[in-house]
């Protein structure tokens, strides 16, 4: 009685709307049983991949009986409260939203479950979740820690956290602009050089958006052309090499990014960035698939169905950036088993395209190949074919990369940007400084 | 009959405990953790004690002394150019003016507004694209500024914001003091022949110097305090040009993790502050008349 009524539930209402599928939860009650008039209290930022999710909670509840809090913060002051209560004994999250950064962190400092013993208790496991449907490069970059360089996919490795709100980098462009300058989309790094300042003249408008402002937001922009253009931050042996001919590459380019595109680059954070792009200012926009949701919605673009999307531009390699926001249990959650309920149902098949419909990012090669999200989403053909390239070693994801990013490579970065210092200059600077941070994190020997 | 001289210690005593403890413990805290290397998330436990070598990194870090030469800079514009604009306005409005509490309304306005709101609405109004101030500029033919993209103005673009939010701290103080100035002495001046601009800077100012001593200190103590209009109007870039003091810390403290670093350079800080502290109360001590 009590399935049958779950079963007429799930077939209207907001499920029905977000198109949830129903054998899921025909045989759940009895997992989730156990945890009706549990709270799951959950750690989110501001982005619209959360703001999408929210929306499908009230369904959880319905469905398991497990209510779910809420705690949205900004994203860069989620890290200091998410530390903070998970030092405690006994914490207020048990269900936290992380940047891919600090996965390293969170394991080090023993503050996150690994997953695998839920995945194997029966009692819990979802046996239609078909784990090997959700993107294998997502999976290595969000969730897996332990493994070569503590980071990557392989011997060691284990399952900490699994993506939720994941992305790689796609080059969207305006196909009306391109059209009438009889411009072609570049494939490669060598295109994309001259076409910036062409475009730029041409279009009369930014060529592409970039980040720029000090910290991380430069230095994501940086690493973005970094890596196709075959750099790295590290040698296999931890050394310092971003200031090679290859840093300095990559560094002159997003210098010319930022003269060639929208006023006030080196100011712009992600927002901005967005914003620019879909508000007419520029004419390519090269960063996270998270932009699929927004270039669409009137009620933020004013682009919608000017946009087409190619892969990330070849330099030496085909390779695009790997990361985003994953889900993972706090050691200290008070309710653990219900918040892997959760973070299960969340990324679940039927779950993966009911937040998409509704602006979200996929984690699921299922729901990139499903006709009708195809139909809504064009752009998921894009993004398969980018999921190839993508890196999950495109940024070296240790302990310390926080410090790196923001206070060293960061300040260069904008330096740099800003024309204060010459590339070359500006990154020779800061190799002491990161060869310090890195023999204090014991990577170096001193 | 004489009140024993105990007697007003016992009065006083629980809410001094009360006081000393609430100051001196956060302060003997953070200078016990300069001494150690601890990261957040971890249990104390595990810190280890690494004696004066985080107030030694501390001295010699480049990027400490940068950030206390912007920190002075800005600190000194700020306070400045608030207490120029919060008296010259406090005097403008003391009489009667029509509307007069409508424009005391809106001038403490920014006051009330949380800080992170502050540097949202600046930042949207510094946009290059979208941002008023361009729009402004564009009416007179100006192209538009990356005003937080460049070092000089991202810099003025944090004073101004910081002008615009607490001008109105000096000038509700300063309405307070100038009204509880006492007529019989301005009338009296007036008699004797003295035109506006003596009876303000000879007799009005000079009566009200106390609350404007103990206005600068609050001011130049907050203003060393300031971290998230600057946090989110420009990070502390381009490069560190807009990096203070606390926002410094910040970093240290949460993004390096490294709370010992943190707690070393906090100490600094407050060396500062306490000492452009007491050269601002030896200019005008508004407690001397209370000594015995």
Known sequence: ?446 | MRTPAWVPWVYLGPAVAVMAAACLYPLLSALQLGFYDWSMGTPWGEAKWVGLDAFSRAFQDPSVWRSLRTTLLFAFVCVTAEMVLGIALALALEGQVRAMAFFRTLFILPMMIAPIAVGLTWRYLFDAQFGLINAILAVFGHAPVGWLAQENTAFMAIIIADIWQWTPFVFIMMIAALANVDGAVLEAARVDGANWWQTTFRVKLPMVMNVIAITLLMRLIDAFRVLEVIYILTFGGPGESTEILSLHIYKTAFVGQRLGGAAAISVLLLIVVAGLSWFALRLSNPLKDEER
């Not at chain 1, 009708?372 to 993508?390: A, F, K, N, W």
């Open chain 1, 1 to 446: 009685m009590k399935r049958r009524t779950l079963i007429q539930t799930a077939g209207g209402g907001a499920l029905g709307l977000l198109g949830a599928g129903l054998p899921l939860f025909g045989y759940a009650q009895d997992r989730f049983a156990k945890y009706k008039g549990q709270t799951v209290v959950l750690s989110i930022p501001a982005h619209p991949h959360y703001d999408a999710m929210v929306k499908l909670l009230p369904e959880f509840t319905k469905q398991t009986g497990i209510k779910v809090e809420v705690d949205k913060l900004a994203m860069a002051r989620m890290k200091d409260k998410q530390l903070l209560e998970m030092a405690k004994p006994s914490g207020d999250y048990d269900l936290i939203c992380y940047v891919v950064m600090w996965k390293g962190e969170y394991v080090k400092k023993n503050l996150i479950r690994e997953l695998d013993p839920f995945f194997k208790n029966a009692a819990l496991a979802d046996p239609n979740y078909d784990f090997k449907d959700v993107v294998p490069r997502y999976v290595e970059n969000m969730g897996l820690v332990g493994g070569p360089k503590g980071y990557l996919a392989g011997p060691g490795a284990k399952l900490y956290g699994m993506p939720y709100g994941a992305e790689t980098s796609v080059l969207a462009y305006r196909r009306d602009i391109f059209a009438k300058h009889n411009l072609k989309a570049p494939d490669n790094y060598t295109e994309f050089e001259k076409l910036l300042p062409i475009l730029k003249d041409k279009a009369g408008i930014g060529a592409l958006t970039s980040r720029g402002q000090a910290g991380h937001q430069c230095v994501h922009a940086w690493l973005l052309h970094l890596n196709p253009l075959g750099g790295k931050v590290f040698d296999d042996k931890w050394n310092p090499i971003f200031n090679n001919e290859t840093g300095v590459k990559a560094l002159n380019f997003l210098k010319l990014v930022s003269d060639t595109g929208p006023v006030g680059i080196p100011g712009y954070g992600q927002g901005e960035m967005i914003t620019s792009f879909l508000q007419g200012q520029a004419a390519m926009y090269l960063d996270s698939s998270l932009i699929f949701g927004q270039v669409n919605d009137p009620s933020k673009s004013k682009i919608a169905g000017q946009v087409s999307y190619v892969v990330h531009p070849k330099g030496v390699r085909h390779s695009s950036q790997s990361g985003g926001l994953g889900l993972a249990i706090p050691k200290n959650a008070k309710n653990a088993d219900a918040a892997f309920l959760l973070m299960q149902w969340l990324t679940s098949k039927e779950q993966d395209k009911a937040v998409c419909r509704i602006g979200g990012v996929p984690s699921r090669n299922s729901t990139m190949m499903d006709q009708d999200m195809v139909r809504q989403y064009p752009e998921y053909i894009t993004l398969r074919q980018q999921l190839e390239y993508s890196d999950p070693d495109w940024r070296p994801i240790i302990a310390e990369w926080d410090e790196i990013n923001i206070q060293a490579l960061g300040v260069a970065v904008s330096e740099a940007l800003t024309g204060k210092k010459k590339a070359k200059e500006a990154l020779d600077g800061i190799v002491p400084k990161v060869t310090d941070i890195m023999k204090r994190g014991g990577y170096l020997k001193g």
